[in-house]
């Protein structure tokens, strides 16, 4: 099994700045990369961004590129998102997520653990 627990979430302006971050505990090992999914009110959960163990590569979605950053610290088993120039339409609970399959990295079931979530609204 594998913990994640999220933090960083909260209530910002448009165009401020907010740090995301996941701590992984447990059997770490097991996942090939983390990643950090959003869900609104009445929509699906989508990808935002992820990053892998082994070489560092990340991944962005269209939305946050050139806004968002996905980075890690192993020595603390953390990944980090830091949001820039955000925007009301970033609102959404953030997830984190531990990816362990084969499937495409922006895929939601490639990944088999998930923290609970942390609220991110900006205000316009």
């Known amino acids: 099994q594998v913990q994640l627990v999220e933090s960083g979430g909260g209530l910002v302006q448009a165009g401020g700045s907010l740090r995301l971050s996941c701590a992984a505990s447990?059997?770490?090992?097991?996942?090939?990369?983390m990643g950090w999914f959003r869900q609104a009110p009445g929509k699906e959960r989508e990808f935002v961004a992820a990053?892998?163990?082994?070489?560092?590569?990340?991944y962005y979605a269209d939305s946050v590129k050139g806004r968002f950053t996905i980075s890690r610290d192993d020595g603390k088993n953390t990944v980090l998102l830091h949001m820039n120039s955000l925007k009301p339409e970033d609102s959404a609970v953030y997830y984190c997520a531990a990816r362990v399959s084969r499937w495409p990295i922006f895929e939601l079931k490639g990944y088999d653990y998930w923290g609970q979530g942390t609220q991110v609204t900006v205000s316009s």
């Open positions: 447990g059997r770490t090992f097991r996942s090939n990369a």
């Open positions: 990053i892998t163990w082994s070489s560092s590569t990340t």
